[in-house]
């Protein structure tokens, strides 16, 4: 768990060129971000004549105080919250309770059904789309939240992620949790859930992120403009460039579409950290 | 408060594996009993059956006058100590302890008074704000002891509890057991393949063996009169010398035993009449063979190995036609390997096993 502080000198002088090519890599793939917040702090108009006015003063936050008048950008971005968040909590609590019952329960088929599940990893998204769309439609789910937000619910990955999780909780501590008197739920509620704690921080970053990145689903279902999640937003605007608010104004809207990312990012890194390290469950 | 425990007929089977074959056993009230026996014997299952994590699959189990193995655990009034220690990883050392209470509706002060009365004996006061990560081994283990002591149960369940500490703080934690047992005279179940833990630490030892209970007893009784061939050779330290025999004629106040290497011995010893001496053997610890001084004659013994321990030396022989034999010494003894020994044997320590493995004693030993 705690970091071994005493080898990293000794480490830093081995992987120095690493540490060259690290910082490259890092160059390019922050460049474009960093060249989207320029151009999103200029203004509009001085762009128009070359984008190399980005090294240039003067910056301005006239594209930022735009989005909250005059765009539909804040729609978008609370339609992709819900979407996100729904998600993500759809998806921790399905997979939790299918990953301790596959884990813990005996049920009949209890294998059968895992594999299933498994399967689903396999299918890709393109696969099913036709038919989701056309069942969908049957339900009138299109242009709605619950729409959006259905087909991120069965996470073939969550479900896995957890029932190795569980799994790898010894035996020994529902045992002893049994001979406290505590109820099957109690055991799941106070024992195994806190115990998954790592596996949920990792799963609902995942699932945040995917489901605020998604566009494909979106861009099926959602076909009425209020109902654009954000990325489909974006990307509805830059189509329509010849009467768009100018590039500015649509890189403001990019930045602000990353920035839950990026605070998700920020409150969990510990314990993506943990949890890809592997010290979860001592 | 604490309990009796009957175990009546009871069976295991896994599928078509019979891993306890119509088991019964008396525990009395307060009564520290150790389940002793080789790895996979069932040991274990034995005790998560009456713990109730392991269904049984006939028989039945009562705790005090209650019949319990149709019970879930947490009902059966029992706490177990874990090999593991099986602590709760995300919760105190004083929340893993009042957890079981919490569970029945216990009052927040009687919880804290319980808690604190156990950290108090426990010598782990101090430990109560601590997750189990931030502790020792030793620790782990008090804490465990302690999660058990406070539900105040009617029998507590060990299962090798000790099986995860150093030789050092094992022995000063059996003793505390021992102390521990002492002061709540509760019932107390404890698994183990250690003898020396058995032999301290027991009233009564049960030795296990294929399936089946081998023998009940006192650690001395055990010890001194092994009911069978098995329990013979899997108590004590090194293992009782087996010798086979060839030849067995019984006489007016006992027997004279014809044993490869030693010659004829007249021992005081009662045999069924129907004993027959196909595939018996003679059983005699090292501890009851002595090393004759220079110049008296007895057995002849070509040594070996010499073990010595400080305490005492143990020496691995042969007799005249090659048997195997053990023999014990005092520390100072000056033997080597190669030298060529005269031996007695204590003839009221000697045991006779039939081709069955049922053991007879000699009068006196
Ligand atoms: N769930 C199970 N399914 C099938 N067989 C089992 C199961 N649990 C235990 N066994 C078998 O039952 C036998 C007894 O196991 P048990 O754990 O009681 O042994 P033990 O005496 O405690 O041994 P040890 O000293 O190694 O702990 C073993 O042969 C084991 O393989
Ligand atoms: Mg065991």
Known sequence: ?282 | MSASIEITNVSKNYGTLTVLDDISLSIKPGEFVVFLGPSGCGKSTLLRMIAGLEDVTAGTISVGDQRVDTLPPGKRGVAMVFQSYALYPHMTVAQNMSFGLENIKVSKEEIQRRVHLAAETLEIAHLLDRKPQKLSGGQRQRVAIGRAIVKEPKAFLFDEPLSNLDAALRGRTRLELAQLHARLRSTMVFVTHDQVEAMTLADRIVVMHNRKIEQIGTPITIYRRPATRFVAGFVGSPAMNFIPVQNISQNGNGVAIDASGLGILNAELHLPTAFSPEGAALGIRAEDISVLPAGQSGIPLIVEVVERLGDRTLIYGRLSDGTKLTAEADGRAQVNAGDRLEIALDISAIHLFGADGVAHHAVGG
Not at chain 1, 164 to 170: D, G, L, R, S, T
Not at chain 1, 197 to 220: C, E, K, R, S, V
């Open chain 1, 1 to 282: 768990m705690s970091r071994d502080t005493t080898y990293r000198p000794e480490a830093s002088r081995a992987s120095r060129p690493l540490l060259w090519i690290a910082t490259l890599l890092a160059i390019v793939t922050m460049a474009p971000v960093a060249w989207l917040v320029g151009l999103s702090i200029k203004d509009n108009r001085e762009l128009m004549l070359g984008t190399e006015s980005v090294f240039r003063v003067p910056y301005t936050l006239i594209n930022y105080i735009n989005i909250l008048y005059s765009s539909q950008a804040f729609g978008w971005f609370f339609n992709s919250m819900v979407v996100a968040i729904g998600q993500t909590l759809g998806v921790l609590v399905l997979s939790s309770l299918a990953g301790y019952a596959f884990a813990r329960l005996e049920f009949p088929f209890r294998r059968t059904i895992f594999v299933i599940v498994l399967f689903g990893l396999a299918v890709p998204e393109q696969a099913v789309i036709i038919a989701r769309h056309q069942m969908f439609n049957w339900f009138g789910l299109h242009n709605t939240h619950i729409g959006l937000i259905l087909p991120g619910l069965s996470s073939a990955f969550g479900v896995f992620l957890m029932t190795q999780f569980f799994k790898a909780i010894p035996r020994d501590i529902d045992e002893a949790a049994l001979l406290d008197n505590a109820s099957q739920l109690r055991i799941f509620w106070k024992i195994m859930l806190p115990l998954t704690l790592p596996a949920q921080a990792t799963l609902g970053i995942f699932t945040f992120l995917h489901a605020w990145n998604d566009y494909w689903w979106p861009l099926i279902s959602a076909t009425r403009k209020e109902m654009f999640t954000i990325t489909i937003g974006i990307a509805s605007s830059q189509q329509n460039f010849a009467q768009s608010e100018g590039l500015g104004f649509l890189s403001a809207q990019a930045v602000f579409a990353s920035l839950p990312v990026l605070i998700v990012y920020m409150i969990f890194q510990r314990h993506i950290v943990t949890a890809v390290s592997g010290g979860a469950v001592k």
